[in-house]
T-cell receptor
Framework: GDSVTQMEGPVTLSEEAFLTINCTYTATGYPSLFWYVQYPGEGLQLLLKATKADDKGSNKGFEATYRKETTSFHLEKGSVQVSDSAVYFC??????????????FGGGTRVLVKP | SAVISQKPSRDICQRGTSLTIQCQVDSQVTMMFWYRQQPGQSLTLIAT?????????ESGFVIDKFPISRPNLTFSTLTVSNLSPEDSSIYLCSVEAGWNEQFFGPGTRLTVL
């Protein structure tokens, strides 16, 4: 079955540091890939997505590139802020499933940015 | 996008009772999903709810424990029955909107004593 593996946290950084969160997946076919973010006390928000190989998703300074050859979708940001402190979830979704587009989530990575 | 609200936002319940969670969407959607997020864990899909048909449950989740209603295209409820402390979690609903995107509600934080 489908699975998503992401680096365990917590990841603690200083403001303006470079952030990378690794994500790899196992799936048949060509899933879509997502990063969701969960700020403290809030629900999940879609951060970015990529739907095919070599696509780059970007939003709010975050980027991730769909690498089919390495089955990876690593999240990066060049200069983090305190407001980026949150839990980040990598997820995949198959588009053409009769039962609906079900998301499979990684375990989540908590990021703490210190001033 | 879709705007999703959930009620209640949090609740504290006694073991053996039930809690019904409501999910309201601001537009008509075909698919609605219910997830559980146990403390410090990732999200696990409980079931998929289509309007006009019975919900489809994932492995490890049964209708007797998690009955779901989907009376129309903008609303769904999830009931967590016969509560035990192990049911303490955040329960989230989500909907498909746009192309292959899911949007999530703010979640319902359940604590069972």
């Amino acid at each position: 079955g489908d699975s998503v593996t992401q680096m365990e946290g917590p990841v603690t950084l200083s403001e303006e540091a470079f952030l990378t969160i690794n994500c790899t997946y196992t799936a048949t076919g060509y899933p879509s890939l997502f990063w969701y973010v969960q700020y403290p006390g809030e629900g999940l928000q879609l951060l970015l997505k990529a739907t095919k190989a070599d696509d780059k998703g970007s939003n709010k300074g975050f980027e991730a590139t769909y690498r089919k050859e390495t089955t990876s979708f690593h999240l990066e940001k060049g200069s983090v802020q305190v407001s980026d402190s949150a839990v980040y979830f990598c997820a995949l979704c198959h588009v053409y499933k009769a039962a609906g587009n079900k998301l499979t989530f990684g375990g989540g990575t908590r990021v703490l940015v210190k001033p | 996008s879709a705007v999703i609200s959930q009620k209640p936002s949090r609740d504290i319940c006694q073991r053996g009772t039930s809690l019904t969670i409501q999910c309201q969407v601001d537009s008509q959607v075909t698919m609605m999903f219910w997830y559980r997020q146990q403390p410090g864990q990732s999200l696990t899909l409980i079931a998929t709810a289509n309007q006009g048909s019975e919900a489809t449950y994932e492995s490890g989740f049964v209708i007797d424990k998690f009955p779901i209603s989907r009376p129309n295209l903008t609303f769904s409820t999830l009931t967590v029955s016969n509560l035990s402390p192990e049911d303490s979690s955040i329960y989230l609903c989500s909907v498909e909107a746009g192309w292959n995107e899911q949007f999530f509600g703010p979640g319902t934080r359940l604590t069972v004593l």
